[in-house]
């Protein structure tokens, strides 16, 4: 190569999270399993309640585990951190939409 451009490493872009909506935030190697941590990326709509309109506000994170493709011969996991809102006019409690990454109560990403 005569003239080589490079930028930084990017693991989202690697493992092909942006299509579904992820970004990796950390991740944690052991010799028989890769776990990537991961957030949503926030869209718009997320933080407003979809029965009364309100803006909710934020109350804390849960976790998902989803397997996902296999990257070398480790098994991956992916750990995506969900946010949870709260609207305080009506008191409705909902997540993050996670529909992008994998359908509800999957066990396996999209790209698995």
Sequence with gaps: MDDATFCTPDLTTFCRLDELGLVVVGQHLEPDRAVLECRVVARDDDAFCRQCGAEGTPRGTVSRR???????????????????????????????????????????????
Excluded: I
Excluded at 66 to 84: D, I, M, S, Y
């Design 66 to 112: 989803l397997a996902h493709e296999p990257f070398g011969w480790r098994p991956t996991t992916l750990l995506v951190r969900v946010r949870r809102y709260r609207c305080e006019s009506c008191g409705r409690v909902w997540r993050q939409d996670t529909t992008a990454a994998a359908d509800p109560r999957a066990k396996l990403s999209r790209a698995a």
